[in-house]
């Protein structure tokens, strides 16, 4: 495949005018963005003071999911937050009622699972993954109401699981090519810096793409948005949308790989969230 200059590409085809940013809708499906306008989106004791117990960094975490909850009108319930644990094996798991009614705070549910699928059969519930600087891939099949998130950081893009995502919805509810819109969160842009080569990079699209390219010695730039691009490119979709907030310069996300270079404030480090849910209450 030829270097493809993404951005580019995407806004010269006509076809994919619904270009937009941020929270999007399809239907009574509902991307869910948070930025970092509610603290850190996770338990991670990383994220808080020292010795906080986890029992005291879940009550915080779940009083930010009632404040997102509260800003989107109820329109999803803030104990219902869904996260698998991956690992890098592909599977693609369905979040099914029961799974949901097993505990009161979905925070509790142990998923494992690269991809988790939720559909309108379950509304009001979220499912995604708390990020930095990774991007969350979102396919949704439209006609069938099911929405596949998976968590591609480089590794797992390396692993295809861009790509994976969207053939699990064709292989688990026979979804068709012309029903499917994907969105892809906030994410480190094209300006990732890494010292070396970095050692996921062992697929062909890395340098086909110039997703990853060599700008000095010891400074080596990714792209996430070309690497991303090359198994989900916009014309094989009826519509492609993404969002091109780049979370390393834009002030509203947090950016652990600015913060951990020493480039960037304290508070640039933590995790928003990116997901998807079905709208709880059909709004007219």
């Not at 998976?150 to 790509?163: F, G």
């Amino acid at each position: 495949m030829e270097n493809l200059n993404v951005r580019d590409k995407i806004l010269k085809i006509g076809q994919y005018d619904i270009y937009k940013k941020g929270t999007t809708s399809f239907k009574n499906l509902r991307i869910l963005n948070t930025g970092n306008k509610y603290g850190t989106m996770t338990t991670k004791a990383c994220f808080y003071e020292d010795g906080m117990s986890f029992d005291d960094r879940k009550a915080m975490f779940l009083e930010r999911r009632k404040k997102a909850a509260q800003d989107y009108n109820y329109a999803f319930n803030p104990y219902k937050f869904y996260i698998p644990s991956q690992n890098g094996e592909g599977k693609a798991v369905e979040l099914t009622r029961e799974m949901v009614e097993s505990f009161k705070d979905g925070w509790d549910l142990d998923i494992k699972a690269d991809i988790l699928i939720t559909t309108d059969k379950i509304p009001g519930v979220v499912v995604g993954f708390p990020v930095a600087d990774c991007p969350v891939v979102i396919a949704s099949d439209l006609k069938n109401g099911v929405t596949a998130t998976a968590h591609c950081s480089a590794k797992m893009i390396n692993n295809y699981l861009p790509i994976r995502t969207v053939e699990a919805l064709q292989s688990m509810y026979d979804s068709k090519k012309e029903d499917i819109y994907i969105y892809i969160g906030a994410h480190a842009g094209k300006d990732w810096s890494y010292d070396i080569y970095p050692d996921f990079a062992t697929e062909h699209f890395w340098e086909e793409t110039g997703a990853v390219k060599q700008v000095k010695e010891d400074d080596f730039r990714i792209n996430m948005d070309n690497a991303l691009l090359y198994q989900l490119h916009p014309e094989d979709y009826e519509t492609y949308i993404i969002n091109t907030d780049n979370t390393r310069t834009n002030p509203n996300y947090y950016s652990n790989s600015i913060y951990n270079h020493g480039k960037g404030k304290e508070e640039k480090n933590g995790m928003h969230f990116e997901g998807a849910y079905y709208q709880k209450v059909k709004r007219m």
